[in-house]
């Protein structure tokens, strides 16, 4: 590797991304971790949204925690299967609202194909269910 390839020399800071040293206030960080106590949030999702490490919000939560202090653990399961629940139900929701729409689909489809056959006087449903489309022509069921 030549000096120029050294790790130590890529690793200077990039000029287009310069590091902004910031600080954040007591009265923040309580409230964060509150958000975190009472499961409106997580860890994760502060460090990402606020780009602090979660190192950080660790040592917010090991600070300015209620729970931490009493010697509680915070239950993190009840959290995700709640999301679960509102996730499932959401698509529970969409999928109706789909079924519905392609139920009227039919309905209009369906009454569309009655009134042109009372305007054209034919039959256009088919009654006879040996009957088959083959892409030629109307065929009987089973024509071995």
Do not use: C
């Amino acid at each position: 590797m030549t000096k120029a390839q050294s790790p130590v020399q890529q690793h200077v800071e990039d000029p287009r991304h310069p590091r902004v040293l910031r600080y954040f206030s007591a009265a923040f960080k309580q409230k964060k971790v509150e958000e975190i106590d009472n499961n409106l949030t997580s860890i994760a999702d502060v460090s990402k949204t606020y780009q602090v490490s979660r190192t950080s919000v660790h040592k917010w939560v090991n600070q300015y925690s209620r729970l931490r202090k009493k010697g509680l653990r915070q239950v993190v399961e009840a959290k995700s299967d709640t999301l679960k629940i509102q996730s499932l139900q959401e698509q529970v929701h969409t999928l109706e609202r789909i079924v519905g729409q392609k139920q009227l689909q039919i309905d209009f489809l369906d009454k569309l194909i009655d009134l042109t056959a009372q305007k054209y006087k034919i039959d256009i449903k088919k009654k006879d269910a040996s009957l088959r489309w083959n892409g030629f022509g109307v065929t009987a069921k089973n024509t071995r």
